[in-house]
């Protein structure tokens, strides 16, 4: 198995972009879709992107994937911070579909 | 619309059995390319991926938990049910039951809290 490895809490201003990142173990980033899901405290998990770079309707536009294969990582933007946004953000991926990987989960502080 | 609802026991003592069951409504599993998974979260930790089953029957474990999960499902209930065998403190975690229709986890239930404790 991989592990995807994420920073422990990134912290920014409100109406600035942030840039939450996922690196990759072993095996290619670009190999397998990755995805994000933003969890509020006491609240279960909601994607905010899929397939990479893909958003949910309702997810807006604001939020954005992407993907560096000379990194092997991935990465959330997050631009035009709102207060709303401060929460705990994870990216997961998977291996062959029969191993699905989170990574350690990013706390966002929108000070 | 799509619901999950995770039940089962508040407390367990070391060493039990744990059984949880996932009720759903608003989808049928039986349902080409779908699935449910369960996911947990230890207080103040990571979200880590436990098992799925799929419409098909098919099934898959974590490779570290594999030699204590079952996961299985009954269609005409709308319920799928995870047992966790030869619980320990560290296992004290939010479980939660997650649907799965493409290649993302797009519908989750609340989250029902497991303490495992003497």
């Known amino acids: 198995n991989f592990m995807l490895t994420q920073p422990h809490s990134v912290s920014e201003s409100p109406g600035k972009t942030v840039i939450i990142s996922c690196t990759r173990s072993?095996?290619?980033?670009?190999?397998?879709?990755v995805q994000w899901y933003q969890q509020r405290p006491g609240s279960a998990p909601t994607v905010v992107i899929y397939?990479?770079?893909?958003?949910p309707s309702g997810v807006p536009d604001r939020f954005s994937g992407s993907i560096d294969s000379s990194s092997n990582s991935a990465s959330l933007t997050i631009s035009g911070l709102k207060t709303e946004d401060e929460a705990d953000y994870y990216c997961?991926?998977?291996?062959?579909?029969?191993?699905?990987?989170f990574g350690g989960g990013t706390k966002l502080t929108v000070l | 619309q799509v619901t999950l609802r995770e039940s089962g026991p508040a407390l367990v003592k070391p060493t039990q059995t744990l059984t949880l069951t996932c009720s759903f409504s608003?989808?049928?599993?039986?349902?080409?390319?779908?699935?449910v998974n369960w996911i947990r979260q230890p207080p103040g930790k990571a979200l880590e991926w436990l098992a799925r089953?799929?419409?098909?029957?098919?099934?898959y474990y974590s490779t570290s938990l594999k030699t204590r999960l079952t996961i299985s499902k009954d269609t005409s209930k709308n319920q799928v049910v995870l047992t966790m065998a030869r619980m320990d403190p560290v296992d004290t975690a939010t479980y939660y039951c997650?649907?799965?229709?493409?290649?993302?986890?797009?519908?989750w239930g609340q989250g029902t809290l497991v303490t495992v404790s003497s």
């Open positions: 608003g989808f049928l599993l039986s349902r080409s390319g779908m699935s």
């Open positions: 072993s095996g290619s980033i670009a190999s397998n879709y």
């Open positions: 089953i799929d419409w098909d029957y098919d099934k």
């Open positions: 397939d990479t770079n893909e958003r």
């Open positions: 997650a649907r799965m229709a493409t290649t993302y986890f797009d519908y």
């Open positions: 997961q991926s998977y291996d062959s579909i029969t191993s699905w990987v």
